[in-house]
T-cell receptor, first 111, second 113 residues
Framework: SQTIHQWPATLVQPVGSPLSLECTVE??????LYWYRQAAGRGLQLLFYSVGIGQISSEVPQNLSASRPQDRQFILSSKKLLLSDSGFYLC??????????FGPGTRLLVL | SQKIEQNSEALNIQEGKTATLTCNYTNYSPAYLQWYRQDPGRGPVFLLL?????KEKRKERLKVTFDTTLKQSLFHITASQPADSATYLC????????????FGAGTTVTVRA
């Protein structure tokens, strides 16, 4: 069966520091991969998605970037965090364009 | 602009009753609509998918309807239990062969024992 991992689970970072969140999927090949952010009490905002290694599409202009160095690895990065980057970051995968399967999430607090 | 609206932010019901959640959308032509459950501090979990040519779908105590004329989906939890307490999100595809989903803000359901 397929599983999706995210780490770290929680992170507290100062403003201006770098960020690296990692997501890996097991048990499937060539998945579509997604990064979402969820602000408190808000819906899911799609940040990036990828349909293959090295293929990244950005949905919202921001100071975040994503990379997919391996088939089942998706990384969310920032060179300098802003206060507004605080939130709950979710990685998801799908094997087509229908159902998405989410990871446990990373709660990021920027101080 | 495209919009997905889910009814009232919170729904409180008595155990055993039926919870009915609404998802309305504008400026979408979805091929399907999905419902997810999200518990606090966790990622959403897929519950049901209904296609544009389907009127109703059931899974155990869950029932979903999809009216493309009204641009609305209803999500019912029958014989509700305290364990059904969670936030429920509806999601639409952004178009034919599009890998992206748009999510509503969710409705939080609390079932009282």
């Amino acid at each position: 069966s397929q599983t999706i991992h995210q780490w770290p689970a929680t992170l507290v970072q100062p403003v201006g520091s770098p960020l690296s969140l990692e997501c890996t999927v097991e048990g499937t090949s060539n998945p579509n991969l997604y990064w979402y952010r969820q602000a408190a009490g808000r819906g899911l905002q799609l940040l990036f998605y990828s349909v293959g290694i090295g293929q990244i599409s950005s949905e919202v202009p921001q100071n975040l970037s994503a990379s997919r160095p391996q088939d089942r690895q998706f990384i969310l990065s920032s060179k300098k965090l802003l206060l507004s980057d605080s939130g709950f970051y979710l990685c998801a995968w799908s094997d087509g364009w229908e159902t998405q399967y989410f990871g446990p999430g990373t709660r990021l607090l920027v101080l | 602009s495209q919009k997905i609206e889910q009814n009232s932010e919170a729904l409180n019901i008595q155990e055993g009753k039926t919870a009915t959640l609404t998802c309305n959308y504008t400026n979408y032509s979805p091929a399907y609509l999905q419902w997810y459950r999200q518990d606090p501090g966790r990622g959403p979990v897929f519950l049901l998918l209904i296609r544009e040519n389907e009127k109703e779908k059931r899974k155990e105590r869950l029932k979903v309807t999809f009216d493309t004329t009204l641009k609305q989906s209803l999500f019912h939890i029958t014989a509700s239990q305290p364990a059904d307490s969670a936030t429920y999100l509806c999601a639409l595809d952004k178009g034919a062969n599009d890998y992206k989903l748009s999510f509503g803000a969710g409705t939080t359901v609390t079932v009282r024992a």
